[in-house]
């Protein structure tokens, strides 16, 4: 379709109608930008710090330690995938890894692992362990802290979704 004017009167008028529709458009689309309040989530990462230690340990690196930065990035992105009801590391507009991890100051380089469906954090733990891509972020020589974290949301299914957090 093609639109005539016939002085910038009209144009304006074309181009404010447009502009006016696409917000509208824009308006109503949904993304997981705003974490919904209905995702509980906790702070796992005590529950992980001894078991990531051993495995560092066991292949002469050295130990993470709790960094609260990476924990809250780590609560972040389980909310996320909780509310969104899919695991994915870029849920949102403008939710990729690098902004994320800059929003919550956590130190750089850092790594991030996530998963969905298991019940406790050793079975997370081990469900990254059995994933090479997985264990490589976790046996990373150049990360010294971690937060982990796990959602559920009854929008989900209340299934947990997990986001591990590595940082320098």
């Not at 939710?95 to 130190?107: D, I, L, T």
């Not at 081990?126 to 959602?151: C, I, T």
Request: aromatic share 4%.
């Amino acid at each position: 379709m093609t639109l005539k004017t016939t002085n910038s009167l009209g144009r304006r008028a074309v181009l404010g109608a447009t502009l006016g529709a696409f917000a509208a458009t824009v308006a109503g689309c949904t993304t997981t930008d705003k974490i919904d309040a209905g995702a509980n989530a906790s702070d796992q990462t005590d529950a992980t710090l001894a078991m990531i230690n051993k495995l560092r340990r066991d292949r002469g690196l050295e130990p993470l330690s709790r960094h609260p930065a990476a924990a809250t990035a780590a609560v972040d992105q389980a909310r996320r995938m909780a509310s969104a009801g899919k695991m994915e590391h870029n849920i949102g507009l403008g939710a990729n890894f690098a902004k994320r991890m800059k929003g919550h100051a956590v130190p750089l380089p850092a790594a991030e692992n996530i998963a969905v469906g298991q019940a406790d954090a050793a079975r997370a733990f081990q469900a990254w362990v059995d994933s090479p891509k997985h264990l490589a972020n976790m046996l990373g020589p150049g990360y010294r802290g971690l937060g982990v974290a796990e959602a559920r949301n009854t929008s989900s299914g209340n299934r947990p979704y997990w986001a591990m957090v590595l940082s320098s």
